[in-house]
């Protein structure tokens, strides 16, 4: 009988033991880095702001890319084909959407720039909203209309220009050298465009970590499309023919989003976390 009255009077202690424990691993996973991060992408709704985002990339942006093939000298879908990372096969099932010949007509290319144009412009607008609730800013609305068009302007001349340069720096550099000269200069846009989307609200020194994270999980979002969509993009092309392509595509699109979307959550809680003040930014 005793020995049943101990065990009886110990399983309570064991039970209070029990919760003390969990709510202090509760407690140390609310303060630390990751719950600030989990706290984040909850309040962001995450999932459904990638999918409108990917979406919106895809009936925007890739038409756009297509409208501006027809009138060029180059093939644009070469360079789409090279930053998705396709092999010879990839990039010529790539290719078959795209036309071979200019096309000129006035009339039907300028309604159609307008309407992509209009796509990508909303498409950056909800990225600066995304931004704007990350860091904590007050939305902004049609102010922030013209800082969108001038962004969409310097992303333009930048992937003109990197196609111009890609030639003659990947045959003198190496893989290894490209890479690193990668991660740079995209964690350097990144960090620009915080600031400039954001419209200068936030501070330089507080964008830092937001822009390493995104650049770094560019630089590996890079290796996995390299590896993954190749083979995926064949295999849906064969399968399903020129939709399955289309579904490729939108697939990639939408790890876009969640990449840039994911980038900045993950800088912005590291930021947080640093300044050991988790709750000094407002909650999105």
């Known amino acids: 009988m005793s020995m049943r009255s101990t065990d009886r009077k110990a399983a309570p202690q064991l039970r209070d033991r029990a919760r003390e424990r969990t709510a202090a691993i509760r407690e140390r996973y609310r303060a630390s880095w990751a719950g600030e991060l989990g706290r984040e992408l909850k309040a962001l709704d995450f999932v459904s702001w990638i999918t409108i985002f990917g979406a919106s990339l895809l009936w925007s942006a890739l038409p756009l890319i297509i409208l501006l093939s027809s009138l060029a000298n180059e093939r644009i879908d070469d360079d789409l084909s090279r930053h998705i990372g396709l092999n010879s096969e990839g990039a010529h099932i790539v290719g078959t959407l795209f036309r071979g010949t200019p096309a000129h007509g006035v009339e039907p290319i300028l309604t159609g720039f307008l309407f992509c144009f209009s796509g990508v412009v909303a498409v950056v607008s909800s990225l600066q909203l995304v931004y704007e609730r990350i860091f904590g800013q007050e939305a902004r609305g049609w102010r922030n209309l013209p800082r969108g068009i001038a962004w969409i302007g310097v992303v333009l001349a930048l992937l003109v220009f990197d196609g111009v340069i890609n030639g003659p720096v990947k045959h003198d550099a190496g893989p290894a050298v490209l890479d690193i000269v990668g991660l740079v200069t995209t964690t350097v846009f990144f960090w620009w465009t915080l600031h400039f989307l954001l419209s200068g609200r936030v501070r330089w020194r507080r964008l830092v970590r ?75």
């Not at 840039?260 to 407002?282: I, M, N, S, T, Y």
């Open 210 to 284: 937001p822009a390493i994270t995104s650049g770094v999980l560019w630089l590996a979002f890079g290796f996995f499309s390299s590896v993954y969509f190749s083979p995926i993009l064949t295999s849906d092309s064969h399968t399903y023919g020129t939709i399955g392509v289309v579904f490729s595509l939108l697939t990639w699109f939408f790890l876009i989003g969640a990449i840039v979307v994911l980038g900045a959550v993950l800088g912005a809680a590291w930021q947080a976390h640093a300044e050991h003040d988790p709750g000094a930014r407002k909650p999105p």
